[in-house]
């Protein structure tokens, strides 16, 4: 990832209702979340979530597709990834036993959920 490129994304998160809306999408992944859904769980109005939405697929971190009449937004998880490690490339000048928390922070949100036993 470019320099550039990062900063169109910390852009794009600067902004209180495109974090919050980005971090509601990753909690949805893969499935993702229709327009309106996303405006209503975070209270506003359609239009303003549009452009917020807009800023957000420019940036490369979400990305549409129409289902009927609806269309369902997904975070790219991918470039949560790019992000990621342009932001800790160089980190800890070649010691990974320094960034081993950093790693560890990440692990439980991604481990496979057991299967259940219905």
């Not at 109005?45 to 937004?73: C, D, F, W």
Request: glycine share 4%.
């Amino acid at each position: 990832m470019e320099s550039n490129q990062a900063i169109d994304v910390f852009a794009a998160l600067s902004q209180s209702t495109r974090l919050d809306t980005f971090r509601l999408l990753m909690e949805y992944e893969p499935d993702g979340l229709a327009a309106g859904e996303i405006a209503r769980r975070l209270e506003v109005p359609q239009n303003t979530m549009s452009t917020h939405l807009a800023i957000l697929t420019r940036a490369g971190l979400i990305e549409a597709e129409r289902h009927s009449r609806s269309i369902v937004y997904r975070a790219v998880v991918d470039r949560v990834r790019e992000v990621t490690s342009f932001l800790v490339q160089d980190c800890c000048g070649g010691r990974p036993e320094l960034c081993e928390p950093l790693v560890a922070e990440f692990t439980p949100c991604c481990a496979p959920k057991e299967p259940s036993h219905v």
